[in-house]
Nanobody
Framework: QVQLVESGGGLVQAGGSLRLSCAAS????????MGWFHQAPGKGREFVAG????????YYADSVKGRFTISRDNAKNTVYLQMNMLKPEDTAVYYC?????????????????WGRGTLVTVSS
């Protein structure tokens, strides 16, 4: 099992930026594909971004392409989500997730471990 702890959420005005971090411990982090998901009030969990173990391959939901960037530092066991040009519709709890095998996926059921989430609120 890998333990994941998200941080960096908060309140920001539309057009602003936030950087989320997800610190991992437990299994060898550098072997894991990682993903960010969010869940808005009253809605289901949605894929935001994913990154493979080396950081070479990244994937994004259409709604965040060009605004969000996922990255990782395997020496620090941390994955990041840089969020720019934030919109009120980005308001959600953001979760990071670890996938032991293969490439990251937009299907949350394929991930093995989840953090508890960090709340991002974007005001208009």
């Amino acid at each position: 099992q890998v333990q994941l702890v998200e941080s960096g959420g908060g309140l920001v005005q539309a057009g602003g930026s936030l950087r989320l971090s997800c610190a991992a411990s437990g299994r060898t982090f550098s072997n894991e594909a990682m993903g960010w998901f969010h869940q808005a009030p009253g809605k289901g969990r949605e894929f935001v971004a994913g990154i493979n173990w080396s950081g070479r391959y990244t994937y994004y939901a259409d709604s965040v392409k060009g605004r969000f960037t996922i990255s990782r530092d395997n020496a620090k066991n941390t994955v990041y989500l840089q969020m720019n040009m934030l919109k009120p519709e980005d308001t959600a709890v953001y979760y990071c997730a670890a996938k032991m095998k293969g490439l990251p996926s937009s299907n949350g059921d394929e991930y093995d471990d989840w953090g508890r989430g960090t709340l991002v609120t974007v005001s208009s």
